[in-house]
């Protein structure tokens, strides 16, 4: 992976109604993924609130069939790696998905959606799930973790002993809004995934624990919408980032965040991003020998 | 700062900041007219995401009015992201992208314009590429009414009349904005009328899947199936 590529969060972009936002990414990641179709929830889907947003589109997809005959040829023509993001209900799910997947050449890398708050989660822990993913596919495999946990560091290390090579962290976190008229539920389904800005020192605590914890390829997302936010990410350890909620506002974004994190970059005196990973650990680390 | 060709599907969809020009109240309605810098003005019925200032998500607006030089929106300030664009003055700027969606089918012989409340926004443009057909107007109060201004000419009424009872036996070619319960109404008096519908949009180019409708039995986008839905789209 090239220093602190920028990729977009899954679900947070259609590759083949915006191919020009898809194009401007180093890797593209899809919705997800299920074993069969899903129409996802009834309306209203999403509410804005005052720092952030909640959705509850509840994983609508053509499922793993519809999606390598219908999707899968098209993406493969954008000539951006193309990442699959993969959900289910039990840890035959993952397996069956991760398996057909293994047989496409145009799937450079399978993510596995641990942590979708709008939709009934699996019995099996994150790491059991990663491992029937694990034991389908041989393609690199990245595990996306919630917010919501009280040690994630735990959940990563558990992934990673199950065998995946990346973390995307951090899906949404689990939110409720109310109808200011009604004082009812604004989501048709009440809750959603809540996102956005408010997500993001919740998101990089979550990547700071992690690259303390283990040694795996992080890629940082949660209220990321400019170079700065960009910079604050790869500093706490990751080595890319993904756009979620600003491409929603932002179609530019992929460019501007890059442009804008090369001249945060440089300002500090750095050649490039990649020398700026984990700095944020290191620095405090000095910060203590020096202080003793 | 420079506008971006973003292909989002459609051609020559751009975004750029630009500036308004004026803000007029019409009613409880603005008509907030922007400068148009080199985005296109669209096919009548499609729609432009504009920033508004102080929030997070961009707000979907129906093409109004297309003066040379400018893009006009009527906007009805219903909720924070509406009224900070109704509060926009003179030479503020706002990021707007478009134009998005489908439009209305221009290729019609004997058209017929319907709109009710801010479901007007759309038909004073659409009357211009037309040529000024007939229009009949819906508003809730005298004061909503005087947006029927926007569209001289029109057959208006308040409630509690309905636009719908002013519909002749046979309406011709419909084309409609307004209301769902209006939108239903001219279903069962018009098959085969073009209707453009509303939704909540949080990016209004197919990213979000925040918009859907239901169209025969299945949830669609309706910034990429619509907003302009034919009747037999409609809902069952």
Redesign the interface.
């Known amino acids: 992976m090239e220093p602190t590529s920028i990729l977009n969060a899954s679900g947070c972009l259609d590759a083949l109604v915006a191919p020009g936002v898809a194009r401007s990414l180093d890797a593209f990641v899809t919705k997800t993924v299920t074993p069969l179709p899903r129409e996802g929830n009834p309306p209203p889907r999403f509410i804005e609130t005052e720092a952030g947003m909640l959705n509850s589109i509840g994983l609508q997809n053509p499922g793993i069939e519809g999606f390598v005959r219908d999707h899968l040829p098209p993406l493969a023509e954008l000539g951006v790696p193309i990442w699959v993001s993969v959900g289910g209900f039990s840890a035959s799910d993952y397996a069956s998905v991760c398996a057909l997947l293994d047989d496409c050449e145009a799937v450079a890398t399978v993510e596995l959606n641990l942590s979708c708050p709008n939709v009934e989660e699996a019995p099996e822990t994150a790491a059991e799930l990663a491992h029937a993913a694990r034991g389908a596919t041989s393609k690199p495999l990245y595990a996306k973790l919630s917010p919501a946990t009280w040690d994630i560091a735990e959940t990563a290390r558990a992934v990673a002993d199950a065998g995946v090579d990346g973390l995307s962290l951090v899906n949404t976190i689990r939110g409720l809004a109310l109808d200011p008229q009604t004082l009812r539920p604004g989501l048709g389904r009440d809750v959603g995934g809540y996102s956005g800005p408010a997500l993001r020192p919740i998101a990089l605590a979550c990547v700071w624990a992690c690259a303390a914890a283990v040694d795996l390829t992080i890629v940082g997302m949660g209220g990321v919408a400019s170079g700065r936010d960009a910079l604050d990410f790869t500093a706490a350890g990751a080595s890319a980032v993904a756009l979620g909620t600003i491409l929603f506002s932002d179609p530019a974004a992929p460019a501007r965040v890059r442009a804008e994190l090369g001249v945060e970059s440089i300002d500090r005196g750095f050649g490039s991003p990649a020398a700026i990973r984990g700095i944020a650990r290191k620095e405090a680390t000095s910060a203590v020998a020096s202080a003793e | 700062m420079a506008s ?6 459609g051609a020559g969809v751009r ?1 750029e900041r630009l500036a308004a020009v004026s803000s007029e109240r019409v009613g409880p309605y603005t008509l907030l007219r922007l400068e148009r810098g080199g985005l296109d003005p669209g096919i009548p019925g499609q729609f432009f ?1 504009l ?1 508004a200032p102080g ?4 707000r979907p607006m129906s093409l109004c009015l297309a003066p040379p030089g400018e893009l006009a929106f009527l906007i009805d300030p219903i909720g924070a ?1 509406t009224r900070a664009l109704c509060d926009l003055a003179v030479a503020d700027a706002i ?1 707007v ?1 478009g134009p998005l969606g489908n439009g209305f089918d221009l290729s019609v012989t004997r058209p017929l314009l319907v709109g009710g409340g801010i479901g007007i926004a759309p038909l004073p443009y659409l009357s211009e590429a037309l040529g000024g057909p007939p229009s009949l107007l819906g508003f809730r109060t005298e004061r909503h009414a005087e947006a029927a201004s926007l569209l001289p000419g029109a057959e208006v009424v308040v409630e509690p009349r309905l636009v719908t009872e002013l519909l002749p036996e046979d309406p011709g070619d419909v084309l409609a904005c307004g209301p769902e319960p209006m939108l239903e109404a001219i279903r069962n008096r018009a098959p085969g009328a073009q209707l453009a519908s509303e ?2 949009m ?2 209004g ?9 239901e169209i025969d039995g ?2 669609e986008r309706l910034c ?1 199936a619509g907003p302009v839905l034919s009747d037999s789209a409609g809902k069952d």
Do not use: K, N, Q, T
């Open positions: 971006d060709d973003l292909s989002l599907g975004r995401m920033e929030r997070l998500l961009p992201g990021h992208l939704a909540p949080a990016c180019y197919g990213a979000c899947y925040g918009c859907v409708v299945r949830y990429v």
